[in-house]
Each structure stands twice: as C-alpha cells, then as structure tokens.
C-alpha cells in the first residue's frame, strides 16, 4: 500500500529520510517540468528542482496538512523560477522539442512550429500570467490548487488566467499565428 503524502511528510519530521526519498521520487519530474516551462532551460530547471527539495526539506515543520503537499511544493518551485527570471532579467524562447511526438513526420514538424511559435508568444508575457497559463493548461491543474499554489483567492486566479490568455492571443494575433477572427 502507498502511503500518503501527508504520512509521508509526518515520518520526515520524525527524521526518516526514506520518506524523504519517497516524496523526492514522487514528485521530481513534476518539480522539474514546473521548473523548465518557467525559464526554459534545462540546467536551471534541475538546479531549481534541487532547491525546492532541499527548501521543502529544510522547512517541513511550516507544511500545513490542510493542504495538499504538491501544492505546497508548487508554491515552491514557482518562487524559485520566478527568482531565476527575476536574477536573468532576460527571457528566452521555449525549446521546439517540447511536442510530443506520435504523428507523421510532416505534422511532427508543423506542430512543433507551431509550439516553438506559442512557447515564443508565451514567453513574451509577464511571469504572473505565463505561471497560470503553464499551471491550467500545461499541469491542468484545477483553479483551486492554482489558488493554492500561488496564495492568491480563485477569483483572482480566473481573472488573472482570463487576461493571460487575451494577452496570449493577441500575440498570437499578431505574429499571425491565429486569425483575428478567431
């Protein structure tokens, strides 16, 4: 039987560092894909999957039951992405690589175009916008762990996630990705 988060993080505080492991190995790849949309780039997203661990580890004892765990640990990981911006002060453009692949080499191609060109548009917005938009339809998270994730009210998060995406669109508009009738 698996054991929860919630036993796991109790056996932490106890100072088992097999649970440790376990929530470790069962969230990492998430951490890390949260990571690598944020700043698009590989190093970084591992060095900051590293330090959401190694914060998560250090500050356990502030983890409120309440909530769910991942959530807390998205908090997290998107304070640490955002500080890597913030410290970059640059953007960059989201790899093409990142499509998934399962079609013709033709549509592999043409979708991985087009993703190249939405990662570029997706770029372009603000880090407060781009996290609901990765969070929603790339982590299909619900709006409230969203709220719970970035401590703001789910109101906020569909606001927010709203002009995210009329924001998005207009750069699509614009680079001619979308039509303007769309």
């Avoid at 769910?68 to 410290?87: C, G, K, P, Q, T």
Wanted: charged share 30%; net charge positive.
């Amino acid at each position: 039987m698996e054991r929860t988060d919630k036993e796991l993080v109790a056996e932490c505080l106890t100072g088992s560092r097999q649970a440790f492991e376990a929530l470790v190995d069962r969230y990492q790849r998430v951490i890390f894909n949260v990571a690598y949309r944020m700043v698009n780039n590989y190093e970084e997203a591992e060095d900051i999957t590293q330090a959401v661990f190694i914060k998560g580890f250090e500050n356990m004892k502030s983890f409120n039951p309440r909530f769910r765990f991942f959530s807390w640990l998205y908090r997290i990981v998107v304070n640490e992405s955002l500080n890597v911006i913030r410290a970059r002060k640059r953007m960059v453009d989201l790899s093409p690589g990142l499509v998934s692949t399962g079609k013709t080499p033709e549509e592999a191609y043409g979708d991985a175009e087009l993703g190249a060109r939405i990662g570029e548009a997706l770029m372009q917005l603000d880090p407060d916008y781009r996290i609901v938009i990765v969070l929603k339809h790339l982590r299909e998270c619900s709006y409230k762990e969203i709220s719970d994730i970035l401590k703001i009210p789910e109101k906020t998060v569909k606001s927010r996630l709203f002009t995210a995406r009329m924001l998005l669109r207009g750069v699509l508009v614009e680079k001619g990705i979308v039509g303007n009738d769309r």
